[in-house]
Structures are given as C-alpha cells and as structure tokens.
C-alpha cells in the first residue's frame, strides 16, 4: 500500500516538473520570437524614419517606402505616434494625418477587428492620436457594439467626442449609466463650444451622471459665458447637481449675485457649508471673511478644513488666523488655525 502511495507520488511530481518545464519552454520561446520581432520592428523604424520625416516636412514621398508587410506597418505606426506627439505645425500635422490614412487606414481596420483586447485597444489609441476622422464608421461601430469591454467603449466615445461626432450627445445620453464621473467629464471635455452647448441645451434631459459631468465640465472650462448656466443649476436642482454647480462656480471665481450663496453656511448638510467656504475663498470678497472665520468654527473638520484653506488666499488671511488662535475659546478651531498658518505657503 505504502509502495503503491509512493510510486503514485513519484509519477505525479514527473508529470508535474514535466508540464512545468513545457511551460517554461513556451515562455522562453514566446519571448525570444517577441525578442526577434522587436528587432525587425527597429530595423524598419530606423530605415522609414528619414523617408517618413521628409515626407511630413517637405511632402516628397521616397519611392522606397513602402509599407508592404506587418512589420513595416507597425514600424510606421510607432514613427507616426511619435511625430504626432511633438508636431505643432498645421501643415505638418495634415500631411501625417494624411500619410496615416493613405497607408494604415485598412491596417487599423483590420486591428480592430482583431480577438485580441489588447491589439483593439492599442488600434484605437493610435486611432486618436493620428486623428483618424475617415476611420469614425468603424470607431463608432465599437462604441455602440454591446460585446466590447468597458475600456474600449470609453476609449471609442473619447475618440468621436474628439472628432466632434454629430450625434455625441444621443450616444453619450445613452450611455451615461455606464460610466464614471470621470469618463464622462474626460469625454465631455474634448468637445469644442458648439458641441458642448447642445450639452447645455439637452441638460434638462439628460441622465444625473450625465448633469453632473456636463456641470464640471463648464467649470473645468474657466469660460465666463458658462456662469449664466451654472447658476441657473444651482437655481433650479438640489442635492448633488447643486453641489456641483457651487464647485464649478468656485473654479470660475465669479457670481452675479453672492445673496443665493450667502444661506449654504447654515446648510444642515456639511458638504453644501464645506462648498460654501470654498466659493468665498474663491470670490475673496472682503464682506465674506467673516462667513469663513465662523464656518472655521464649524462642527465638521471638512468645513473647517475647507475654511481654514480659503482664509488663507485672502491678503490679510494669515493675520486673521494668528488672531483666531490666540483668542478663539474653540480649541478645533486653534487647532485648524495654526495647521493652515503652517502650512499656508504650500497653498
């Protein structure tokens, strides 16, 4: 019996050392032909890499390129990627554009239709950053296909909101649920004016992940001629819509009427006093330093945080915060005082 158990042992760890040693010489294998294919995709780099570069600078095109294998195509892929990043010029930009799309259009087409998570993904971030307007059918078609993986439907939709596709908004209304505040904003973001207004113009309409976005975004845009909107959220929603539109509006710095925002320090809800101080820091209003030296005073450590930060952006701010703590009877508020004198050059 014994005899038996021992032998079972020892076939059991032969079949095992066995399928590990299969295993490490696939891996090794793998990595040698990666190896090898990195070598080629360098050798070609270096040779397109002139001919490339004469062709986006001066528009002559070699009669030696020609991107007649895989390789050669990922080579240019990489070379294009890298031009793109440090172009400025608008001529220049075109003609690789133009380049791009003459001779890697179906080339990206084909990736994107790849099994591989990882070849999509990379297609459609080369996509982006070659700008690939001719390649908006398959992109979209990405987006809408209910198969793919999050990151590549994020990954589309930042690519049609980037070029400006005309019906961004449908699409992203009825996406919304899917996404993260983030995504949203990052999407939204890359929409020029004109696109960004039907946001404003749909708000109404639009899921409240997608009204929160669209109401960061107006803020994170630091354009004056958003004020009107922001306020009129602030105006119209509460709760969390109405917390955004305080923050937007900090990030611009500007109110047409402080007498709205006057009644958030006695909010019973800590975030809307937490917003409250950070607005009047961002107005520095004299009239609202007193608000923020009683909201330093405040029951929550994030509104007195908060406080203590935007006293600080006010000229006389660190005097009114020496004053606070050499005769305030609250030790919380002292406490917040001296951390924000401290640290106060850092702000």
């Not at 020892?10 to 079949?15: I, L, N, P, R």
């Not at 996404?179 to 890359?190: A, F, K, W």
Request: some cysteine.
């Amino acid at each position: 019996m014994i005899k038996n158990e021992i032998f079972f042992l020892g076939v059991s760890a032969t079949v095992i050392l066995g399928l590990l040693f299969l295993i490490l010489f696939y891996l090794v294998i793998r990595k040698w032909l990666e190896q090898r294919v990195r070598k080629k995709i360098d050798e070609c780099m270096e040779t397109l890499s002139p001919q490339i570069f004469e062709f986006i600078s001066e528009g002559k095109i070699s009669r030696h390129l020609h991107l007649d294998s895989d390789i050669k195509k990922k080579a240019a892929e990489e070379l294009l990627t890298k031009f793109a990043a440090n172009l400025t010029g608008e001529d220049e930009t075109e003609k690789l554009r133009g380049f791009a799309d003459s001779h890697l259009r179906n080339y990206f087409k084909q990736q994107l239709k790849s099994r591989r998570w990882s070849i999509r993904m990379n297609a459609l971030y080369h996509i982006e950053d070659l700008h690939l307007t001719e390649l908006q059918p398959q992109v979209l078609e990405s987006a809408r296909n209910e198969k793919v993986s999050h990151d590549e439907r994020v990954q589309s939709l930042r690519i049609l909101a980037a070029f400006q596709y005309e019906e961004i908004f449908d699409l992203l209304r009825s996406n919304s649920d899917y996404l993260s505040d983030g995504e949203l904003r990052n999407i939204i973001l890359r929409l020029n004016d004109h696109k960004f207004c039907e946001f404003i113009l749909g708000f109404h309409k639009s899921g409240k992940q997608l009204k929160y976005a669209v109401v960061d975004a107006a803020g994170v845009r630091k354009d004056l001629k958003y004020v009107n909107f922001i306020e009129s959220v602030y105006a119209s929603y509460d709760g969390e819509a109405r917390l955004r539109a305080v923050k937007a509006l900090s990030s611009l710095g500007v109110v047409k009427d402080l007498s709205p925002y006057l009644k958030l320090r006695h909010s019973g809800d800590w975030k809307e006093r937490m917003m409250a101080a950070k607005l009047f820091g961002s107005l520095k209003e004299p009239e609202l330093l007193p608000y923020l030296l009683e909201l330093l005073h405040d029951a929550s450590w994030w509104v007195r945080s908060q406080a203590g930060q935007s006293i600080m952006l006010y000229p006389d701010g660190r005097k009114e915060l020496q004053l606070v703590l050499e005769t305030s009877n609250d030790s919380y508020a002292k406490d917040m005082a001296w951390e924000w004198i401290n640290k106060g050059d850092f702000v």
